[in-house]
């Protein structure tokens, strides 16, 4: 029983889209598709691309930024130690320009900081992010699907005949991680205990979840990093509106400053502004980006501790393969302490998190929900779609959450 959507070609077809929403949203339903096609053989719990549903979903609103730029400005506005250091700034080029207004010199400075750029280069860091994972992993669950969906019984050709196309090595260039859990997802098929094929799911999706965050980690870091702001390059173009007739000989004399460390007290205003910007810029992004909703307004915060228990397939685990694999990605094993990743760019606590969410989570029916309504899923596989339509799609969301 093929299903046509989920052919490689279909697959590079999404991928290769230009426009990073519509991308994003074909992308969100293809994973809903192949987790569903997954799930059939295995049962209704969650495989990888339930998982990449859900994320995916959460990196589209990340893409599209809804909401995002007001909220930013309110809070930087609204951030004391801000303002504080901006008026330090204000008065020192006043010492400097007295013709110049107060209230210029500050709008000058924010245009040039545009704090909402950092917005714009995270959303595009997610994106990139969002279309490597699909192009590569997606692309290889459809294969899988096309080869061995079907198969009444065991046909170790077929997956052999698969399991070949992929490349040897590990990540990031290599397969060998994608093609031990395709393995995992084939013999889980066929078997019947449910404590057995409960582990054989969560060692394939802790593969395919070493293997994807291994690839992502250039992304990631992009990503969370979108926030810095180099203080030379700011204030040389601010310089070159406020003083523009400075000559070229007063432009080298500030950067041999520069380079043997003797700051002029505007560089000290300057560092010192960039410094509580960045800092709450990164807070901001890693409110917005590290967090992950579930459907029935089930809301993860990366940076905690996850909430709950470990299902009860997954309580007592037998499996060698799999204790092998969680004793390299969780510190803790068998206890949610400390799962929390307060550095999403850190790999080793990015995986601990998702070892322990994916064991967690693995039998939440609700997870297998679709991720969109009818209405917007005719809209998203016409390429129709607008501004007013995108901010509608995350229906759990609550006014003012983390997105």
Known sequence: MHHPYHLPAEVDRIAELHDPVLRNLQIT?????????IAGRTG?????????????????????REDVRAALEQVLNGVPEIQE??????????????????????????????????????????????????????RAFAGFLDACLADP??????LSDFCNRLRIGDPPDGQDYLRRAFT???????????????????????????????????????????AVVDPQDFSQRLFAVLFPNRSRLAY????LLHWLGQRTAIDRSIEQLLQRIRHHLRLFLTDHLMSLRFPAGKLLQLGHDLPGTFPENLRQLDNAELLALLARLDPTPNDLRDSGATDWADLQE?????????????????????????????????GVWNEEFTVSIPRSASPGAPN
Not at 121 to 126: F, P
Not at 153 to 158: E, R
Not at 190 to 200: I, M, T, W
Not at 252 to 255: C, R, S, T, Y
């Open 153 to 158: 019984a065991p046909n170790p050709d077929h």
């Open 252 to 255: 080298a004399i500030q950067l």
């Open 44 to 64: 209704r719990c969650a495989n990888w691309c339930t998982f990449a549903t859900w994320a995916s979903r959460q990196a589209g609103q990340s893409i599209r």
């Open 29 to 37: 339903q293809s994973y809903a598709e192949l987790s569903a096609q």
């Open 85 to 138: 250091a901006m008026q330090g700034l204000v008065a020192m080029i006043r010492q400097k320009r007295p013709d110049q207004d107060a209230e210029g010199i500050r709008a000058l400075v924010w245009e040039l900081l545009h704090p909402a750029a950092a917005l714009e280069r995270a959303g595009e860091a997610v994106a990139r992010g969002n279309q490597k994972v699909y192009a590569e992993i997606g």
């Open 350 to 382: 990015r995986l601990h998190y998702i070892a322990d969410m994916f064991r967690c989570s693995q039998e939440e029916v609700t997870l297998l929900e679709a991720p969109f309504t009818a209405e917007e899923l005719e809209k998203i596989k016409s």
């Open 184 to 226: 995992r997802y084939y013999q889980a098929f066929f078997v019947q205990d449910a404590r057995e094929k409960a582990q054989l799911l969560l060692l394939a999706n802790l593969e395919i979840g070493f293997h994807e965050q291994t690839r992502l980690q250039p992304e990631i870091a992009a990503a969370l990093e979108a």
